[in-house]
């Protein structure tokens, strides 16, 4: 502070006794005498510049463009805050073009990264008014120190030296942090400015202060209010693995575990409060392998005149906090395990007395805790587990085994066996001796119960799968054949599904009325069919066959979509449940698959649903492959017919074929044509018209008959041709 006073008031005298503005008085001195005036500024150490009234540069000294990487005359004009850091340049621009700066402001900005890479020192700038400053434009001088290890030793005294000179006579105005008003940001400048190490102790107690800082198993920092770090000890690198130097660039906050940092407000406001007053904070810290370190943190906060720091002791206590919280827990899990626990405890002598039991236990078998210690354990147990139990406790309670686990029956008070998985283990006094059995009963009732489901299913998807595999090899599927392939269908849903009723209706041409074409019951096993609906009387059924893959009504009777089936069918037949899927031709409805349940209600699966529509589907293959065989059968029957009226004709008779590339292919002939011609016409098979007969492939005939199969225009022509006395042309 003191050489920055002293530099203001020389820089000011030499530009204000010129007699005219400050402004101007630079202007002047840098054209009278360019070379003395820059000589003047880069003789001096400190970073310098000179800036106008919008915070452009002016004039610059060779350590300010040495720190920024440019060459003073390359600065003139350009802004100042856009060549310091990045993050503070807001407020470095606040203070340059405001008209309001009558007096010295400090702020402490992070040091620049060297030329060689390595981090340098905080910086303290002081931005000063050259003379006045109205809006007509001022000048500022600007002045940046770096921050040394000295100033720190001051800072840990509380006395101020006796020599140290006021600044500007007391007129000074505390410098505002750069996180906000609340406390006071800055660093004493340091004498010793330089690119060295700049923790450097002074010698009266460097034997005292570098063991501590060098081997303490705590971190030593000093921080700004805003968290930057302004000192790290070495022991940083041993505790949360970061380099001293790689600490500087960080802020504090940065490394604070985003939930702590709520907590650690207040206390860094309280702290600021009360300069001198010792604050502690829990809190967790970032580790440089990323993990978060338990640290407690003691510190004090520090005001010398403008400067306001925390100067911190931080202790890792992670491991000290993992063991207590660990013994915290070991001993509130010992005393809550057996009370607080949704598992039954039970704890019983060796000769099998129930000596204590947890509330769990009592809510899972239905007793009070004073009727469980009237009972031992073997009353509880369901006979035919006791068998495989009994030798395994035995051997618990010889040693020859460490726990027992088993799943068993235990009674519960109102006479139903309760499904537990019952893990135990003998605790033994100094000598070996059991003393008592600890055991454990968890309720798997619901467990047994949906493992016995999903037996139960997956039994039942087997018979479905089953069911499908050989209706899609069956005979009659394959073949065509209708009626036998329903009867196959029929059956095989109704053993698959366990079902009395099953059967197929088809719609008729007219689509207003539905025919059952196969009905089997299953517990006759008995075929039936004729019975017929009126379509018209059901749209709610025929609409929802239309719009879904399945009708599952569990309630038949009362199902919206089947309601209107109860008085006619349902209710006649007995018929309380029904699954029934369309079965659709070229996506239209062509008729239903029906499977019927009587008896009580029954609530259709997932797995039983998705198999009725895979069923109306083999319904449908069915239909198809009868159709195809009908098919199949008509064309067999044409086919006859066609052979027959030209194999028996008197006439010759040739066919061809128009293929897409316009060549005509001999394809068949009849027995008269060959007895005319004299020749067997098989042989011609394959060959265009101009290769079978060459005589004609120079006459109209070709493309006549080229028109005929293309557009099917009839020719005649009389042309025949003798020698000896067969016929050689036609």
């Known amino acids: 502070p003191y050489g920055m006073s002293m530099l203001s008031v020389i820089l000011s005298r030499e530009v204000v006794v010129m007699g005219e503005r400050p402004q101007q008085g630079v202007q002047r001195a840098s054209e009278a005498e360019p070379r003395a005036w820059s000589a003047h500024l880069d003789a001096i150490t400190a970073l310098v510049v000179v800036v106008d009234d919008g915070g452009r540069i002016v004039e610059a000294n060779a350590a300010f463009a040495e720190s920024v990487g440019s060459p003073p005359p390359d600065l003139k004009g350009r802004e100042l805050w856009k060549l310091l850091d990045d993050h503070h340049a807001p407020r470095v621009e606040e203070v340059l073009t405001s008209a309001d700066l009558v007096r010295r402001v400090q702020i402490l900005l992070p040091g620049r990264r060297g030329v060689e890479g390595d981090h340098r020192p905080p910086i303290v700038w002081s931005f000063s008014p050259l003379g006045s400053r109205p809006a007509s434009g001022g000048v500022v001088l600007g002045v940046g120190l770096e921050v040394g290890s000295n100033d720190l030793l001051d ?432 996506g239209e409805v062509a008729g239903v698959v029906c499977h019927e349940h009587v008896g009580e209600p029954r609530l259709w699966q997932s797995d039983e649903v998705t198999f009725a529509g895979e069923i109306a589907d083999q319904a449908a293959h069915a239909l198809v492959s009868a159709q195809r065989k009908r098919a199949e059968l008509r064309l067999r029957v044409s086919e006859e017919r066609f052979r027959s009226i030209v194999n028996s004709s008197p006439m010759g008779l040739h066919m061809y074929r128009l293929e897409p590339d316009g060549r005509l292919v001999f394809t068949g002939a009849n027995p008269a044509s060959d007895a005319i011609l004299g020749v067997d016409c098989r042989s011609f098979i394959g060959k265009t018209i101009e290769e079978a007969f060459p005589p004609l492939a120079g006459t109209e005939v070709p493309d006549r008959y080229r028109e005929a199969a293309s557009r099917g225009t009839p020719w005649h022509v009389e042309q025949i041709e003798y020698q000896d006395e067969l016929i050689r042309g036609a």
């Open 155 to 586: 800072l840990a005294s509380p006395d101020k030296s006796a020599d140290e000179p006021d600044l500007e006579n007391g007129d000074r105005t505390a410098p505002e942090p750069l996180g906000g008003p609340s406390a006071s940001v800055g660093a004493k400048a340091s004498p010793k400015s330089g690119h060295g190490s700049w923790f450097e102790p002074s010698t009266e107690i460097n034997d005292l202060i570098r063991p501590l800082l060098e081997h303490s198993s705590d971190i030593i920092t000093v921080l700004t209010s805003d968290g930057d770090f302004v000192y790290v000890s070495p022991s940083v690198s041993r505790v949360l693995g970061h380099e001293p130097s790689q600490m500087l660039r960080e802020n504090a906050f940065d490394l604070v575990h985003p939930e702590d940092l709520e907590k650690l407000g207040p206390r860094i406001a309280e702290g600021l409060e009360n300069p001198g007053t010792p604050q502690q904070v829990e809190c967790r810290v970032r580790h440089a392998d990323g993990s978060w370190r338990i640290v407690e943190v003691r510190g004090v906060a520090h005001h010398q005149d403008e400067l306001a720091l925390m100067i911190l002791n931080i202790t890792d206590i992670s491991q000290r906090r993992l063991a207590e919280d660990a013994l915290a827990e070991s001993e509130e899990r010992f005393r809550s395990a057996f009370e607080n626990t949704a598992i039954g405890k039970v704890l019983w002598t060796p000769d099998e007395k129930i000596a204590r039991v947890n509330r769990a236990v009592c809510d899972i078998l239905g007793f009070e805790e004073a009727e469980m210690l009237q009972l031992t354990w073997r009353e509880q147990v369901h006979p035919d587990d006791l068998t495989s139990l009994t030798p395994l406790i035995g051997d618990l309670l010889a040693g020859s085994i460490p726990a027992v686990r088993a799943d068993v029956r235990v009674r519960h008070r109102d006479g139903p066996w309760i499904w537990g998985r019952a893990t135990m283990s003998a605790c033994r006094d100094t000598a070996g001796k059991p003393q008592y059995i600890i055991g454990e009963f968890e309720d798997i009732t619901e467990a047994r119960n949906r493992q016995e489901e999903k037996r139960v299913r997956l039994n039942r998807i087997q018979r479905q799968q089953s069911a499908l595999v050989a209706l899609a090899s069956h005979t009659a599927l394959v073949q065509g054949d209708r009626d036998a392939a329903f009867h196959a269908i029929t059956e095989a849903s109704a053993e698959a599904l366990d079902m009395e009723r099953v059967s197929v209706w088809m719609l008729n041409e007219e689509r207003n009325e539905l025919l059952c074409v196969d009905l089997y019951e299953s517990s006759s096993k008995h075929h039936s069919a004729g019975q017929a609906l009126d379509a018209d009387k059901y749209p709610a059924y025929f609409a929802a066959l239309e719009s879904g893959r399945v009708v599952d009504a569990d309630d038949a009777v009362n199902d919206p979509r089947t309601v209107e089936y109860a008085p006619d069918y349902l209710e006649p037949h007995g018929i309380v449940s029904m699954l029934d899927a369309p079965i659709r031709i070229a």
